[in-house]
């Protein structure tokens, strides 16, 4: 059984940096493309992020382009998303998924898509 735990979170001013991590264990990594996605109550999942197991193609919600950075590493079966210059609207639950890509193209970009989930992490930007 595939799991998934997200570390990083926290509280940070607008303009901060926050780095999360994704651990994956219990499913082949190589072949898995991994998404990031948020939520805040009450709202639906957005997909922010998610970098594919083939290619490497990446994926970049309009609301994040020039501000974060997915990459991966699979000798550490860890996904890293590098949020810089933070705003207020980015403040969510930010969850990790992955699902089984293998050589596709494309992307996985809705969240129906993946298979597993981790338990989420806070991000919280306030001044």
């Known amino acids: 059984q595939g799991q998934l735990v997200e570390s990083g979170g926290g509280s940070v001013q607008p303009g901060g940096s926050l780095r999360l991590s994704c651990a994956a264990s219990?499913?082949?990594?190589?072949?898995?493309?991994i998404g990031w996605f948020r939520q805040a109550p009450g709202k639906e999942r957005e997909g922010v992020s998610c970098?594919?197991?083939?290619?490497?193609?990446?994926y970049y919600a309009d609301s994040v382009k020039g501000r974060f950075t997915i990459s991966r590493d699979n000798a550490k079966n860890t996904v890293y998303l590098q949020m810089n210059s933070l705003k207020p609207e980015d403040t969510d639950i930010y969850y990790c998924?992955?699902?089984?890509?293998?050589?596709?193209?494309?992307?996985?970009?809705?969240?129906?898509?993946?298979?597993?989930w981790g338990q989420g992490t806070q991000v919280t930007v306030s001044s």
């Open positions: 998924a992955a699902t089984y890509w293998g050589l596709q193209l494309g992307l996985p970009v809705e969240h129906n898509e993946y298979e597993y």
């Open positions: 219990g499913f082949s990594f190589d072949y898995y493309a």
């Open positions: 970098v594919s197991s083939s290619d490497g193609s990446i």
